[in-house]
């Protein structure tokens, strides 16, 4: 049942930002922003971490007034010369648009031989979704992805968007920030739960590249359920299908199941892909019921508000989160503790293996403590 639409009023993320995730994710090598200089400019810094060339046309007053077709046609040809690309994407932004500039005729007029995905694209859109689709629409019009992955991929965005209109940042007209529970608290009660030899879940819902850290938590309560004895009573999942996604998807997938197992976590359950996230908690709640009903405890990764309570109210629910504004509305899902990893976005930015998370190392120090003692 879609959810209804409501007027908010906090920030929301923007689709020319999503759209140049996108981009990320089909592998391009530079982004083009269409606009003025400061447009995105913290996301266009932070994906040349991502092993990405983001440049901007730096359209001024007068680019606002009389267009910036020489310019983009003048940077096309200039990334060309010093990058020697394989493949290009040009982001419309609110400057250019609100113009009608048309990305196609300066990318002619540039004459460049290899493919250039052209997304025409503003930040007024309800949903930052619209900037996924309209990458993928000019990315399958240039044969970068083929028409089966395409319609996939619209499944995803339009359950994406229903999933943050229930139970997500858009489900409210405002939500105030929070950073959530202790985690020092969170991660006492999880090693208490595992010492009392209560069954958990650890189940990784993670979006994209934000697995490189939600993955660090499954490893954390291995570690510490291992050397208590209790892994028996711990299942994981995860949505680590390394079919399934956008080339740079899957690559993430692969390189967090290799983490997992050289760390010598199981995944007893894979749920879908990486992007897979919006449909995936349908997934967890079919195995839950299923199989696992009988457990006490369930650790939620990742994006925690697609999993159903359906199968799960009965259990105690630590969810983890990157979104401050989600706090609220997992509290009133049902879950009891929610934790927030603030710094989780810049630190999974163009990296291969997985990184720390803060409520991990919380774990880690607990645990050492309580199994040691103090030194």
Do not use: W
């Not at 500039?101 to 025409?120: K, R, W």
């Not at 927030?340 to 803060?358: C, M, N, Q, R, Y």
């Amino acid at each position: 049942m879609a959810a209804k639409d409501i007027s908010i009023i906090h920030p929301r993320p923007s689709s020319i930002v999503a759209a140049l995730y996108t981009l990320r994710d089909l592998n391009v090598d530079v982004a083009i922003l269409h606009g003025p200089p400061g447009c995105s400019f913290k996301h266009a810094r932070l994906l040349e971490e991502d092993g990405i060339h983001v440049v901007t046309t730096a359209l001024d007053e007068s680019g606002f007034v009389f267009g910036g077709r020489r310019e983009l046609s003048s940077v096309l040809k200039k990334v060309s010369e010093m990058f020697h690309p394989k493949l290009i994407g040009v982001v419309g932004t609110c400057a250019s648009m609100i113009i009608g500039e048309e990305l196609s005729e300066p990318v002619m007029d540039a004459g460049l031989d290899i493919p250039v995905i052209e997304v025409e694209v503003h930040a007024g859109y309800a949903n930052n979704t619209k900037g996924v689709l309209l990458t993928l629409e000019s990315a399958l019009d240039v044969g970068v992805i083929d028409k089966e992955e395409f319609e996939r991929q619209k499944v995803l965005l339009e359950e994406a968007t229903e999933v943050e209109k229930r139970h997500g940042a858009a489900s409210k007209e405002y939500l105030a920030p929070s950073r959530g529970d202790l985690k020092y608290k969170v991660a006492q009660r999880i090693i208490e739960l595992l010492r009392e030899g209560k069954k958990g879940l650890v189940i990784m819902n993670a979006k994209k590249e934000t697995g490189y850290m939600f993955a660090d938590i499954s490893v954390a309560i291995h570690e510490i359920a291992s050397r208590m004895g209790m892994s028996a009573n711990v299942v994981n999942m995860a949505n680590l299908d390394v079919s399934l996604g956008l080339p740079r998807v899957r690559e993430h997938a692969h390189n967090i199941m290799h983490d997992l197992k050289e760390k010598g976590v199981l995944i007893h359950e894979i749920t879908g892909g990486l992007d897979e996230y919006p449909i995936a908690g349908n997934v967890v709640g079919d195995l839950i019921a299923k199989k696992y009903k009988d457990h006490d405890f369930a650790v939620i990764t990742g994006v925690p508000h697609a999993i159903p309570m359906d199968h799960i109210s009965h259990m105690e629910i630590i969810a983890v989160t990157n979104g401050p504004r989600q706090v609220l509305p997992l509290k009133e899902m049902g879950h009891k503790h929610v934790v927030v990893e603030i710094d989780l976005h810049p630190k999974t930015l163009g990296v291969k293996h997985i990184v720390e998370s803060e409520l991990g190392a919380t774990m880690r120090e607990i645990a050492k403590e309580m199994l040691e003692g103090p030194r």
